[in-house]
């Protein structure tokens, strides 16, 4: 079983960048293939981006290709979200998950363990 604890949310300016760290404990992160979503109030969790095990290979939404970037550090631990150019609507609470059965996926149930989140808030 896997912990997972989201950091580094901001009020942040439009335009402005954030890097999000999520650190794992419980069991090695390099066992799962990781991704962070967001929720926005009033709308359903939105998939970012995701990574698998080794790093090597990434998957972005539509939505942030060439703004957000998702990497790893097996050997820390942690999976990270930088965020450049951020917009208003970029404004949400932030997670990271761990896949359940190790695919690359950008559906919410396929993800089984989930942190607390962390707040993003972009002001125009």
């Known amino acids: 079983q896997a912990q997972l604890v989201e950091s580094g949310g901001d009020l942040v300016q439009a335009g402005g960048s954030l890097r999000l760290s999520c650190a794992a404990s419980?069991?090695?992160?390099?066992?799962?293939?990781m991704a962070w979503f967001r929720q926005a109030p009033g709308k359903e969790r939105e998939f970012l981006a995701t990574i698998d095990r080794s790093g090597s290979v990434t998957m972005y939404a539509d939505s942030v290709k060439g703004r957000f970037t998702i990497s790893r550090d097996n050997a820390k631990n942690t999976v990270y979200l930088q965020m450049n150019s951020l917009k208003p609507e970029d404004t949400a609470v932030y997670y990271c998950a761990t896949s359940i059965a190790g695919v690359m996926s950008s559906k919410v149930p396929s993800y089984g363990y989930w942190g607390q989140g962390t707040q993003v808030t972009v002001s125009s």
């Open positions: 419980g069991r090695p992160l390099s066992t799962y293939v």
